[in-house]
Nanobody
Framework: QVQFVESGGDLVQPGGSLTLSCVVSGNIFRIYDMGWYRQAPGKQRERVAVTTIDGITDFRDSVKERFSISRDSAKNTVYLQMNSLKPEDTAVYYC?????????????????WGRGTQVTVSS
């Protein structure tokens, strides 16, 4: 079993900032990629930012200059710092992790998802 605890979603005015946090726990041998996706009403889920086990980061173009991602591997935690928020950033933000479970039979890592945290950018 793997559990996610996401926090930090809120209502914020345009131009404001938020920091999302995600703590992953459970029967985990190793976590590879960690990151955040988002889904706005009526739209498909899209990747926002991901960080690899080696600390390499990748962002979607629309957030590159405004968002940053960081990771505390010792605590199985990933953060998303969001600055200069825009109304189009409004969405449910989902934490994501590529995890090799501690009880894996085949040694294959799998994708796991949190339940999401709502971010609303509105005046």
């Amino acid at each position: 079993q793997v559990q996610f605890v996401e926090s930090g979603g809120d209502l914020v005015q345009p131009g404001g900032s938020l920091t999302l946090s995600c703590v992953v726990s459970g029967n985990i041998f190793r976590i590879y990629d960690m990151g955040w996706y988002r889904q706005a009403p009526g739209k498909q889920r899209e990747r926002v930012a991901v960080t690899t086990i080696d600390g390499i980061t990748d962002f979607r173009d629309s957030v590159k200059e405004r968002f940053s991602i960081s990771r505390d591997s010792a605590k199985n935690t990933v953060y998303l710092q969001m600055n200069s928020l825009k109304p189009e950033d409004t969405a449910v933000y989902y934490c994501y992790a590529e995890i090799l479970p501690g009880d894996s039979d085949d040694g294959q890592a799998r994708d796991y998802w949190g339940r999401g945290t709502q971010v609303t950018v509105s005046s």
